[in-house]
């Protein structure tokens, strides 16, 4: 008979073999994530928690909601015909036709205001060359002399004016646009211009407004519940680029308002959210990136968790562990709480706290027990584990929105806010050194908060350029986006 080997003697082979397992897992989960990334469309992904709410609409909700969502926009087509620059073109008769048809009689008469038809056209923007001449005048005992004010200037002696540079910032910010780009349609108007010059403009500009970008920041950092997150930016070198990392942080007002600020830093660390939050209490949503530890320590802000985060890994898992589906239900169920309280007006307010303890809280803890029934099956490394790993350890963070009406459920509010930062930085590449960098956040951070509250940002910019150079700084708050009346020739021209 063959001799039995001890169960020690596999041990090794059954570690090894667990071994493999995970890193084939990992592999697996890597391979499915890079074809998503390289394929695009053509790779299945999940859809989006609006998405899957729609789909759950009954007939009647879908058909009101559909009556409600066809209502908005033509309100909002109502209000941008209103507000269109509107010019009248009349057509008459020419005067082989100025005749009846039947009799054939020329006394013709006007019928009421004619036919009425309204026609978009697009009008080529123009850049205008302004010769400005200023009246002398003289007495004539010879020793008196009197000239009219120059016009105002963003820089003295400047050839330059504020909507020319306002364009300039809003072409790069809002737009996207690369200054080298902008210079090649300047000259095609008419204007000779070079890169460098805009360059020269867009800091101006910076500069000057950098105490207003700098007042948003600190409303923002006073605020009970404030987002934040952060992306990568190259700064350009002599020899090669380095990475430096735009920081945006923004909250919502009692008003509805929002605020948006950005920072620029050379670093990743917990630096920058110390400067620009240290000391304040509140709430702080992020996600689980340590660099905000440090303002989220004891006696300090209490963290938010991200449900959008927690998604985005289970949603990965989904390849290698089909299980991860029963965890992405429950996250769905837990928007569709919201989405309740956003189609019952209670957003915000107290009967939104009750609706989430009855309904939120039995959802986390069923979710919970799955989480930890999950736990053990699945090896750490693996993306089920990492996906398990994280929603359990952010446990608390992720759970904090139940007993606190204001609080969302995800950061994808900052991370909206940093979409344009990512397109930007297609297009523009980098930037060119720190000073630039703080320069671009600043001027970001007013368009943004212009673009949020329905602003157009170049006609603010065009007004507080001027304004803010004689502006007392006790009502600085007056030149803030979300708080500016326009000066009354920037209300005449918009």
């Known amino acids: 008979m063959p001799r039995e080997l001890p169960l020690d003697h596999f041990c090794p ?55 409600a969502a066809l209502q908005k926009r033509r309100e909002r087509a109502a209000r941008k015909r209103e507000q269109a620059p509107t010019r009248e073109v009349r057509h008459a008769v020419p005067e082989q036709q100025r005749q009846c048809p039947a009799c054939g009689s020329q006394e013709l008469k006007p019928l009421g205001a004619g036919r009425i038809s309204a026609l978009y056209e697009y009008i080529p923007p123009r850049f205008e060359r302004q010769v400005h001449v200023q009246e002398t005048l003289a007495c004539a005992c010879g020793k008196g002399v009197v000239t009219a004010p120059p016009p105002p200037k963003v820089v003295d002696r400047g050839e330059y004016g504020p909507g020319f540079i306002a364009h300039v910032v809003a072409s790069k910010c809002a737009d996207s646009l690369p200054l080298h780009r902008l210079a090649q349609r300047v000259e095609r108007a008419g204007v000779p211009m070079s890169r460098s010059t805009l360059t020269d403009l867009f800091h101006r500009a910076a500069e000057g407004v950098a105490p207003l970008a700098a007042r948003l920041l600190l409303l923002i950092s006073q605020s009970a519940v404030v987002w934040a997150d952060e992306t990568p930016l190259r700064v350009l ?140 099956l699945h090896p750490p490394k693996s993306p089920m584990g990492q996906a398990l790993s994280y929603t359990l350890h952010q446990w608390q963070p992720l759970c904090r929105f139940v007993d606190d009406e204001r609080l969302p459920l995800d950061n994808n509010r900052s991370e909206g806010a940093l979409r344009k930062v990512a397109l930007g930085r297609k297009n523009f590449l980098f930037v060119g050194h720190q000073a630039a960098g703080e320069n671009l956040a600043g001027l970001y951070a007013l368009v943004a908060t212009c673009e949020a509250n329905g602003i157009n940002p170049e006609l603010y910019l065009q007004d507080v350029l001027l304004r803010v150079q004689t502006h007392p700084n006790s009502r600085i708050d007056e030149l803030l986006p979300h708080l500016w009346k326009p000066h009354l020739d920037v209300a005449a021209a918009a």
């Open 13 to 67: 082979w059954r570690e090894e073999a667990e071994e493999l397992r995970e890193r084939l897992t990992t592999l697996e989960a890597k391979m499915a994530s890079l074809e998503r990334h390289v394929f695009g469309k053509k790779a299945e992904r999940l859809p989006t928690v609006r998405q899957q709410l729609r789909a759950e609409r009954t007939d009647t909700e879908e058909a009101a909601q559909a009556q």
């Open 237 to 376: 070198e002599v020899k090669k680029t380095h990475l430096g990392y735009l920081w945006t942080f923004l909250t919502q007002n009692e008003q509805g308002q929002w605020l948006i600020g950005y920072r620029f830093s050379m670093s990743r660390s917990g630096k920058t959210p110390q400067q620009v939050l240290n000391g304040t209490l509140g709430a702080l949503v992020v996600d689980a990136y340590t660099g905000y530890n440090p303002v989220t320590l004891p006696g300090g802000r209490i963290r938010v968790g991200c449900w959008s985060h927690a998604r985005r890994k289970f949603f990965d898992a989904l390849s290698t562990a089909p299980e991860a589906q029963q965890a992405l239900d429950f996250i769905l169920s837990l928007y569709r709480v919201e989405h309740e309280a956003v189609q019952t007006g209670v957003v915000r307010m107290l009967t939104h706290r009750a609706l989430r303890q009855h309904k939120s809280r039995p959802i986390l803890q069923a979710l919970h027990a799955w989480l930890t029934a999950q736990l053990p």
